[in-house]
């Protein structure tokens, strides 16, 4: 199985959560691991090759494409982890404009702009895989997160456009769809929601819990583990598909 030994991987928002860990994983598999994510501290503590970058600007984008081109060659595998949570939106009516459109940079126009950069490569290769993660709120939308919702609404609808433009071409496009995940940016919600509701962050997480059949919330390593097959050459028969990582919960 050759999986993705070898193949020259980016992953964004590898500082943290999901994408560390996924980081981590295809770097053990044997991948060539470019990391990218704002913080230059986080990284650097990865052990791979890494850029630090704003991916919610084009110019962020173009430069962590240009230079993983320099550094590893063209990118084989991409995993489009990163993005910005909800905990700072307020219902549709009360909604800021300048926090919509940091949003829908960051989730959403970013995620295009790495896309259409890193495909042209894939096309010429012949080959290529390319993993986004959604969220379970991709589908079925959470209550003032009017931002969120649409930004992983739109990442889903990006996905499949490159699994139909580049399918011919021998690459993959897919997204998982994490439910609850304890990772620092969902902490941040579960804080803003106590606050809301007057209790504490612990009763947020334990009801956060109980939205799934399995009594918990959803690990990092689990999504990374669906990432890492979707990542990998095997997966070959998969694309234009939104998983579900979500122990059953959301349907």
Same mark, same amino acid.
Request: with cysteine; net charge negative; hydrophobic share 40%.
């Given at each position: 199985?050759?999986?993705?030994?070898?193949?020259?991987?980016?992953?964004?928002?590898?500082?943290?959560?999901?994408?560390? !860990?996924?980081?981590?994983?295809? %770097?053990?598999? $044997? @991948?060539?691991?470019?990391?990218?994510?704002r913080s230059e501290s986080e990284l @650097?503590?990865?052990?791979?090759?890494?850029? @630090?970058?704003?991916?919610?600007?084009?110019? $962020?984008?173009?430069?962590?494409?240009?230079?993983?081109?320099?550094?590893?060659? %063209? =990118?084989?595998?991409?995993?489009?982890?990163?993005?910005?949570?909800?905990?700072?939106? +307020? !219902?549709?009516?009360?909604?800021?404009?300048?926090?919509?459109?940091?949003?829908?940079? =960051?989730?959403?126009?970013?995620?295009?702009?790495?896309?259409?950069?890193?495909? #042209?490569?894939?096309?010429?290769?012949?080959?290529?895989?390319?993993?986004?993660?959604?969220?379970?709120?991709?589908?079925?939308?959470?209550?003032?997160?009017? #931002?969120?919702?649409?930004?992983?609404?739109?990442?889903?609808?990006?996905?499949?456009?490159?699994?139909?433009?580049? $399918?011919?071409?021998?690459?993959?496009?897919?997204?998982?769809?994490?439910?609850?995940?304890?990772?620092?940016? #969902?902490? +941040?919600?579960?804080?803003?929601? @106590?606050?809301?509701?007057?209790?504490?962050?612990?009763?947020?997480?334990?009801?956060?819990?109980?939205?799934?059949?399995?009594?918990?919330?959803?690990?990092?390593?689990?999504?990374?583990?669906?990432?890492?097959?979707?990542?990998?050459?095997?997966? *070959?028969?998969? *694309?234009?598909?939104?998983?579900?990582?979500?122990?059953?919960?959301?349907?």
């Amino acid at each position: 199985m050759a999986g993705v030994e070898g193949r020259v991987t980016l992953v964004t928002g590898a500082g943290r959560g999901i994408g560390r !860990v996924t980081t981590q994983l295809l %770097s053990e598999r $044997g @991948a060539r691991v470019m990391a990218t994510a704002r913080s230059e501290s986080e990284l @650097a503590s990865l052990g791979t090759d890494y850029i @630090a970058a704003d991916l919610g600007t084009i110019e $962020g984008c173009e430069k962590v494409v240009l230079e993983t081109r320099q550094r590893l060659g %063209s =990118i084989e595998v991409f995993i489009c982890n990163h993005g910005i949570g909800s905990a700072e939106e +307020k !219902v549709i009516w009360e909604q800021d404009p300048t926090l919509w459109e940091k949003t829908l940079d =960051i989730n959403l126009n970013g995620p295009f702009h790495l896309s259409r950069l890193i495909t #042209a490569d894939m096309v010429k290769q012949k080959y290529g895989r390319v993993v986004y993660t959604s969220s379970t709120a991709g589908e079925l939308a959470e209550p003032h997160c009017a #931002a969120y919702n649409s930004s992983k609404h739109g990442l889903l609808g990006l996905m499949r456009s490159v699994a139909l433009d580049c $399918g011919p071409h021998g690459v993959t496009s897919n997204a998982v769809l994490p439910g609850w995940v304890h990772t620092e940016m #969902a902490e +941040k919600s579960a804080i803003a929601e @106590a606050q809301e509701r007057g209790i504490t962050r612990d009763e947020v997480w334990r009801d956060r819990a109980t939205l799934y059949p399995a009594g918990r919330v959803v690990t990092p390593e689990e999504v990374a583990t669906v990432i890492g097959f979707l990542a990998a050459e095997e997966s *070959s028969g998969v *694309s234009g598909e939104a998983i579900k990582v979500a122990l059953g919960g959301v349907w």
